[in-house]
């Protein structure tokens, strides 16, 4: 019954920024830490970026860092991931994922803490 869909994905060509959107419902989505994560071809699931119950703080994996910013809208229960710079090796599915937790500093890097998790959507950046 919990749902969470990201939208946004896209072509985009190398330089370019695209702007993912997650909704989420069935959730208290205040009371959990969100995050994205992706998935290149032949490649891991990788973590992209978390944030906090309220949006107060953030965390992103090196390879994102300055250019990604995660941020979320509590009253619309939707997540964000604004994503400036795009390289060609940004190219991956993305998924939206909800962790639960019990602490409002919570932040979590490992796929396996989360609970949720979205459908994907691709996000293409040609060279």
């Known amino acids: 019954q919990v749902q969470l869909v990201e939208s946004g994905g896209g072509l985009v060509q190398a330089g370019g920024s695209l702007r993912l959107s997650c909704a989420a419902s069935?959730?208290?989505?205040?009371?959990?830490?969100m995050g994205w994560f992706r998935q290149a071809p032949g490649k891991e699931r990788e973590f992209v970026a978390t944030?906090?119950?309220?949006?107060?703080?953030?965390y992103c994996a090196d390879s994102v860092k300055g250019r990604f910013t995660i941020s979320r809208d509590n009253t619309k229960n939707t997540m964000f991931l604004q994503m400036n710079s795009l390289k060609p090796e940004d190219t991956a599915v993305y998924y939206c994922?909800?962790?639960?937790?019990?602490?409002?500093?919570?932040?979590?890097?490992?796929?396996?803490?989360?609970?949720?998790w979205g459908q994907g959507t691709q996000v293409t950046v040609s060279s």
């Open positions: 994922a909800a962790g639960s937790s019990t602490t409002y500093f919570t932040l979590y890097r490992e796929a396996y803490r989360y609970r949720y």
């Open positions: 069935g959730l208290t989505f205040i009371r959990y830490v």
């Open positions: 944030i906090t119950w309220s949006g107060n703080n953030t």
